[in-house]
């Protein structure tokens, strides 16, 4: 928006999806599997995002097999006030969170589902979570 561009085109999620896919793509590329990293979105979001926006999902699934995630979490959104760089309404979320259910699913990962705690708590759970998948 500093660049002059309006809200509508920088969410514009047919003309930013690809971009963002992409860099997706790169940044796993670039990523150890010895390392533990934290994501806060995978590849397999773009299945997601596609259908949200009216794209068909299935041109890029093959991608979704490349890199297999030890843990997958999904949290329960915090609120947040509207303030004009987010314009996503209460549907949206519910379809958002159902489908990356669904198709984290569907790429056979069991999620963690991560309830709307005090930061600190959150933080805790999310690595007793992964403390527990590396000693499996």
């Known amino acids: 928006m500093a ?11 047919k003309a930013t999806e690809p971009c963002i ?12 599997a010895s390392d533990v990293t934290f994501l806060d979105r995978a590849f ?13 999902p299935h041109e890029i ?6 890199h297999r995630y030890a843990s997958v979490f999904i949290l329960d959104q915090l609120p947040f006030q509207l303030d004009g760089a987010r314009v996503d309404d209460d549907v949206y979320k519910v ?16 999620i963690v ?3 709307v ?12 979570k992964v403390s527990a998948q590396e000693q499996k």
Not at 3 to 13: A, K, M, T, V, Y
Not at 61 to 66: D, K, P, T
Not at 117 to 128: F, N, S, T
């Open 21 to 32: 896919e992409k860099m997706q793509l790169s940044i796993e590329q670039r990523l150890r």
């Open 95 to 110: 379809l958002l969170d159902e489908w990356l259910v669904r198709d984290y699913s569907a790429l056979e990962y069991s």
């Open 61 to 66: 699934l093959a991608e979704c097999f490349h």
């Open 117 to 128: 705690l005090p930061p600190q708590e959150r933080l805790a759970l999310v690595l007793e």
């Open 3 to 13: 660049s002059g561009r309006r809200l509508e085109e920088i969410l514009d999620g």
């Open 44 to 56: 397999p979001d773009s299945l997601t995002f596609r259908r949200l926006v009216g794209r068909n």
């Open 113 to 115: 589902r991560v309830p």
